[in-house]
């Protein structure tokens, strides 16, 4: 019987899919001799059925192919290369090389079969085949990819051939649109570094986190420049700050392969739905693992899958089991509310899913349905006694209730039942510490921390430990223990402000503001962390960076009184002359005291038209605020008024702190 994959290849073919532009004329034989195509045959005996299917699958289409009267030579290879990219796929990359070989023998018009076997040939660690394979690519393809020479340029670097290398990242970084640009800035970089120009490789790195502020490998390469300049403050705070988030850029030949990956998963997870065997923590898990990093794109074709599934005749129980992995993808992918519709569908079709109550009861947490969520986690406790994963769950959201010692009950017979539950102490720390018992919390939460392997879980225990030490007045402890938690997760929030918040502080805010970036990245409605960037940045002297981040903020909140004033405020009395502007000032101050017409915003119009040369109405303005709010001001904040109402007087703009 011929397998379901067999005749798609051969559609495929049969359309013209799989070949690629010509590059250079056919071979003048048109047909080949069977025998001499040996279709590589890797050991699949540990894979899944379905994986093993679906290599098994495309193999045979070949074997059709060669049994034909007279085989087509560029049919035959096109197939081979097909195979090739499902082993790479699976992560088979020897017997990949081997399909790429034959494909490219067949197909010599085909420059992908050389990207391909480069990319093989530098995955395997085998960088001199993998420099030929790239040049020879680049050599033959009909159009430039600047992803070519990217990868060209990281192999010759890891080889050492750091002249090479540059030419390689400037192509790339020439063709490239932004993305590309960063990941040639960051090989640019490494190039200034290996050849000692530490001060030319700060600057390159440092405008790739500009471009990239996720792509925390180039802490790494900053750290060390850093710390061969002696300057070792910042080198801590970058190294601390290290991760494995790569430059990314687009790679439209490389995606082909994380396609098939994602194909071949909704393949194995609609197998192990309908197993005999079925095994619903192994099912989400793997669903999780094999799908969740793109978790938002995987959620679509799953539900198609569902929907063909249904449309086959597919039972009510196999039915909820895709709905419950359908919804594990939709709490990746941030989408709680579609979640819990799933998961309630997936409990419909079939009861008997535990691990379903306990995530649906999470998302209902997270959902802010704490009622709800308890019921759930009841539920699960009363299938699956002692669960805990439950009492970690239950105890939290009766921790969010108030209810702080059944809360403190509940995660103490969770770490009594497993002592080696990160979570568990995670939760049981937070608690204590609510219930102002802070040294069994530090010991709690020190526990999770060696416990944990989740870097999101490390992370929160770490910035609670901050927490504490910056009560106690400990900065340093406050301090490591943020940079352990973003070292962990760089993109978790509360460590990127809070540790923002302790280096402003301590002084060292240009450190602070670059955290606050970072988390205005990440989410640029928090109006809390932009405020404290542009406040770090005008106290670091950087005006016209902090100008740049006013203006920003304003065009996308242009109701923000807030914003309004800071700007008017910094272009009136910004240390950087370049950077003042008093008729923009006078402007935007003058709309900002129609709308609220308060002390502090009379100042700011004061100061506005100092700015801008008018010291009549700078006089009258700071006048008014004396004469009609002088008794309700402070004596510090009073001095400060009739200091600058002398400055008016005798032509002086505003104070501006120096620019640096």
Not at 275 to 298: I, M, P, R
Request: hydrophobic share 45%; net charge negative; aromatic share 4%.
């Amino acid at each position: 019987m011929r397998h379901p994959l067999t005749a798609v290849l051969l559609t495929l073919l049969a359309a013209g899919t799989l070949a690629a532009q010509p590059a250079t004329p056919p071979p003048a034989e048109a047909t080949l001799d069977p025998s001499t195509v040996q279709i590589p045959q890797p050991d699949l005996s540990a894979m899944e059925p379905v994986v093993r299917g679906r290599i098994e699958g495309v193999q045979q289409g070949i074997e059709e192919l060669l049994a034909r009267p007279e085989p087509s030579r560029r049919d035959v290879g096109q197939a081979l290369g097909f195979l090739g990219q499902v082993l790479q796929a699976l992560e088979l990359p020897q017997a990949a090389l081997d399909a790429y070989t034959q494909a490219r023998e067949l197909t010599p018009d085909d420059p992908r079969w050389s990207y391909l076997l480069a990319l093989c040939h530098q995955s395997l660690g085998e960088l001199e085949p993998a420099v030929a394979e790239y040049r020879r690519f680049l050599a033959a393809a009909p159009q430039p990819l600047p992803a070519a020479h990217l990868r060209l340029g990281e192999a010759l670097l890891q080889l050492g051939r750091v002249d090479e290398a540059e030419t390689s990242f400037r192509k790339a970084g020439e063709l490239g649109p932004k993305d590309a640009g960063a990941a040639a800035l960051y090989g640019l970089g490494r190039v200034a570094a290996e050849r000692g120009e530490t001060e030319k490789a700060l600057d390159l790195l440092g405008r790739v986190l500009d471009m990239q502020p996720d792509a925390t490998v180039v802490h790494y390469q900053l750290g060390q420049a850093y710390r061969r300049l002696g300057r070792d403050q910042l080198a801590r705070y970058h190294l601390a700050l290290q991760g494995d988030r790569e430059v990314a850029f687009a790679d439209p030949i490389a995606a082909v392969l994380g396609s098939i990956a994602k194909s071949v998963a909704l393949e194995v997870a609609a197998g192990l739905a309908v197993a005999d065997d079925f095994d619903e923590t192994n099912f989400l898990g793997f669903v999780t693992s094999q799908l969740g990093e793109a978790a938002a794109a995987a959620v679509e074709p799953l539900r198609g899958l569902a929907g063909q599934r249904k449309a086959a005749g597919a039972t009510a129980q196999e039915l909820g089991r895709l709905d419950a992995a359908l919804g594990a993808l939709q709490v990746r992918a941030g989408d709680d509310a579609a979640a819990i519709e799933s998961f309630e569908r997936a409990l419909a079709g079939d009861p008997t899913l535990v691990d379903t109550r306990l995530l649906l009861g999470n998302a209902l947490a997270r959902a802010g349905r704490f009622a709800d969520a308890l019921g759930r986690y009841d539920e699960v406790l009363s299938r699956r006694p002692g669960s805990v994963q439950a009492l970690v769950q239950r105890g939290s959201v009766r921790a969010n209730l108030g209810q702080l010692e059944e809360a403190r009950q509940d995660l103490e017979a969770a770490v009594a039942a497993d002592a080696e539950s990160a979570e568990a102490n995670l939760r049981l720390g937070g608690v204590l510490l609510n219930l102002e018992r802070p040294e069994e919390a530090r010991q709690a939460l020190a526990r999770a921390v060696e416990l944990s392997t989740e870097p999101r879980l490390t992370a929160e225990a770490n910035t609670a430990i901050a927490g504490i030490a910056r009560g106690g007045g400990d900065f340093e402890a406050a301090a490591e223990a943020y940079a352990h938690a973003l070292d962990a997760d760089p993109r978790y929030a509360p460590a990127l402000t809070g540790f923002a918040g302790l280096l402003g502080q301590a002084g060292h805010y240009r450190e602070a503001a670059t955290l606050y970036r970072r988390q205005v990245e990440e989410d640029p409605s928090d109006r809390v962390s932009r405020m404290g960037e542009i406040t770090a940045l005008v106290l670091a002297g950087a005006d016209a960076a902090a100008r740049e981040r006013m203006e920003a903020a304003l065009a996308r909140d242009p109701d923000d009184l807030s914003f309004r004033d800071v700007l008017a405020r910094h272009l009136a009395a910004a240390g950087d002359p370049s950077v003042r502007d008093g008729k923009r000032a006078v402007e935007l101050a003058t709309a900002l005291y129609a709308d609220v017409p308060t002390p502090e915003s009379m100042e700011t119009v004061a100061m506005a038209y100092a700015q801008a040369g008018d010291f009549d109405q700078a006089v009258a303005w700071q006048q008014r605020i004396l004469d009609e709010y002088g008794d309700q001001i402070d004596e510090g904040n009073l001095a400060r008024l009739k200091a600058g109402l002398e400055r008016y007087r005798n032509h002086l703009p505003p104070p501006g702190r120096p620019a640096r």
